[in-house]
């Protein structure tokens, strides 16, 4: 099925246009859990979040017309790099790409849609380092970014209604 995925890049001035894609595929994503959650009803906010850094950067996968996935962040700003903390020393080279969120759809999955989306955001920029946050809950997910060259350096829970977060780190540009 991948074979005949087309991966887009997008950027902060095509948020308008892709929004609402985002939303949906986070919404068919997460269609069988609980609607009550009021921290993934906050996706919304994170996509504006996200979208509204002039350096924010998008990986649309299509299927045909079929949306398979998307991934997405943008390079962290001197002082907010919230994984710091768990580092002592921080490394020398700090400039660092917060990958905020990767979903594939379930038809798409262990297909290999997701690593492709990962490696395209991933080597879009010139950033030294790359960092993301794993719901501790999923150890599967943890151990497929672990696959891929992330370590994990601790634990973060950043909002109060959100989950503990595995904090996880991979050099740039990825083996």
Known sequence: MTSAVDLRHYGHDDLPEIRQTLLD????VHADENSDDEFRKRFPWFVDHWGGHPEFSCVIAYDGDEVVGFAYGAPGREGREWWRPHLDPAPEKGRTFHFSELMVRERWR???????????LMGAGDADL??????VTHPRVQALYESWGYRKVGENQPFPDS??????LAGLPLP
């Open 25 to 28: 595929v986070h919404a068919d």
């Open 130 to 135: 790359a960092a993301l946050l794993v719901d």
């Open 163 to 168: 989950p503990v977060f595995a904090v996880m």
């Open 110 to 120: 262990k297909t290999g849609a997701s690593e492709r989306l990962h490696r395209a």
